[in-house]
């Protein structure tokens, strides 16, 4: 013990999970002891070098987080990794969502990780990004999943809803006791929802009465409570209703045939007067604007979920090209494959600055639509080049499932469009810095 630097061993367990080292160093048997310690002090054979890790955060950003919050990270790493990955494919491919996961997500407590009271951790919003990076980086699915449980539902609670409100859901959706959905987009209405909504709400009493429908809903057709954005007939503005799951009047319909996020269960939801109490409105959501406070929130977690993507379907080709030969040796070893590799890794770490220093606004209380939507644009564009580049590498091997990247080729698209396009995005950044709204 005298002859260990524990400034050294201090500095390894900002890149490592040391504990998680030494439990499976403690657990080898004297024979693999014995082979860690050759393979650790002997020299490599002649015409040998080691490779260098797979790591798709070539700046080191993660060096900036603290020990507890790079102690979260590596928690949901870890989860993802041995939980997650083995069975993204099958679920991915049969288009079913493993809800045996849900109590094991839970017990990661990171749900609500931003907010303050409630059972929440109340950490910084960069840890909000770190983990929507890490749950993209094996499963782009399930970290829409968590996003619009923990992100949208949760998120307009916490914003829009009475003490009361909070006081009922927030606890039991932090511990994943109650699921949630967000339904805003509609079939006829996407980017233009914010003056053209068609599901309509109107007072009769102490009830509201609920018409009309929303597509392409997360979680929907199995959630508890579902965030319903309706225009109220007599003032023309936006209110939210939490409405309950079995609610009459309520239908949610599973979207079939999906390109993309097959894991998550998409729903098209038929409202046909559908009574909610008073006390179900969310309280603080009196029009279009406290809607845009949850989304400004939530976009710029869907810039880190771009990220994730990307990183996940680098590392995969990456692993790849230093496994497959063509020519007697590894493809990596090719001027363009490792071309297409700079070229990622280039796209990746841009990306990073980006939404590090976008999540740094957000913690300081700087944060504006303009600085989400400009991180939307360039990660969802970004992430498409990326994933595109790591097909090519791949070859044909690209397109199946077996190799991972094929998923995230296809989810990248989702990306791309959900949380506001690329295009109604371009025209938020481009009012803010011209001062015109080029908005029809």
Not at 165 to 192: C, D, H, R, Y
Not at 376 to 397: I, L, P, Y
Request: net charge neutral; charged share 25%.
């Amino acid at each position: 013990m005298k002859q260990v630097d524990f400034n050294e061993l201090g500095k390894i367990s900002e890149k490592i999970d040391l504990p998680k080292i030494m439990k499976s160093v403690g657990d080898l048997d004297d024979t693999q002891l014995n082979g860690l310690m050759k393979m650790l002090t002997e020299k490599a054979k002649k015409g040998q070098h080691k490779l260098p890790p797979i790591d798709g955060d070539f700046y080191d950003y993660d060096l900036k987080l603290t020990l507890q919050q790079r102690a979260i990270q590596m928690k949901v790493r870890d989860f993802m990794e041995t939980e997650i990955d083995p069975i993204a494919n099958h679920y991915w491919n049969k288009a079913e969502f493993p809800m045996e996961i849900i109590p094991k997500l839970a017990a990661l407590n990171i749900c609500g990780v931003a907010y303050e009271g409630y059972g929440c951790p109340n950490l910084p919003f960069l840890m909000e990004g770190i983990i929507a990076e890490e749950l993209a980086r094996v499963d782009v699915s399930i970290s829409t999943f968590f996003g619009v449980h923990s992100g949208l539902a949760m998120g307009s609670i916490y914003l829009c809803g009475s003490d009361e409100q909070k006081q009922e859901w927030l606890p039991k959706m932090q511990k994943m006791e109650l699921i949630g959905a967000f339904g805003l987009t509609e079939p006829n209405v996407g980017s233009a929802v914010a003056g053209g909504m068609e599901t309509t709400c109107k007072k009769v009493g102490d009830q509201w009465i609920l018409n009309g429908q929303k597509k392409w809903i997360g979680n929907a057709t199995f959630a508890d409570v579902i965030i319903i954005w309706a225009r109220d007939i007599d003032d023309n503005q936006a209110k939210g209703f939490l409405v309950r799951k079995g609610n009459p009047g309520y239908k949610a319909e599973k979207i079939e045939n999906k390109m993309a996020l097959r894991t998550v269960q998409n729903a098209l939801i038929t409202i046909t007067d559908c009574k909610i109490p008073e006390t179900d409105r969310l309280q603080k959501a009196n029009s279009f604007k406290d809607t845009a406070k949850v989304l400004r929130m939530t976009r710029a977690g869907v810039a880190w979920q771009a990220l994730g993507c990307a990183r996940g379907a680098y590392e995969n080709a990456l692993k790849y090209t230093k496994k497959r030969e063509q020519f007697g040796k590894p493809i990596a070893k090719f001027q363009l494959i490792q071309n297409h590799l700079v070229e990622m890794l280039a796209n990746l770490t841009a990306m990073k600055a980006m939404v590090y220093r976008l999540s740094e606004l957000q913690d300081q209380g700087l944060l504006t639509d303009e600085h989400a939507s400009l991180a939307k644009v360039f990660c969802s564009m970004r992430t498409r080049d990326v994933v595109s580049r790591a097909r090519e590498v791949m070859g044909g091997n690209g397109i199946l499932l077996e190799y991972n990247v094929a998923r995230f080729v296809a989810d990248a698209e989702a990306i791309y469009s959900y949380e506001g396009t690329k295009e109604i995005n371009s025209l938020i950044v481009g009012r803010a810095i011209t001062g015109y709204s080029a908005f029809v």
